[in-house]
């Protein structure tokens, strides 16, 4: 299975945001393009992370939604 690849859109809590496949650091003061590579690197595992952390919490919180599983082997 391959990494989630990262959403479009602001990274949680950083400046950071995806538009287009281009990196930009966002603040009040305006915008600027991420152009170094390691940095730009870095943020794509950044938000790979996050994306599939995500995916695990949605795949937990349905696995909690689930009817409990019957013990064949009774009670412990």
Do not use: K, Y
Request: aromatic residues 6%; glycine residues 10%.
């Amino acid at each position: 299975m391959s990494a989630p690849a990262p959403r479009p859109g602001q990274l949680v809590r950083s400046p950071a945001a995806l538009l287009d496949g281009q990196w930009w650091l966002v603040s009040g003061a305006g915008s600027i393009l991420a152009t170094d590579p390691t940095f730009t690197s870095m943020l794509d595992g950044f938000a790979q992370a996050m994306a599939a952390a995500d995916q695990t919490v949605v795949g937990l919180r349905a696995r909690q939604n689930e009817p409990p599983a019957s013990d064949a082997g009774g009670q412990r």
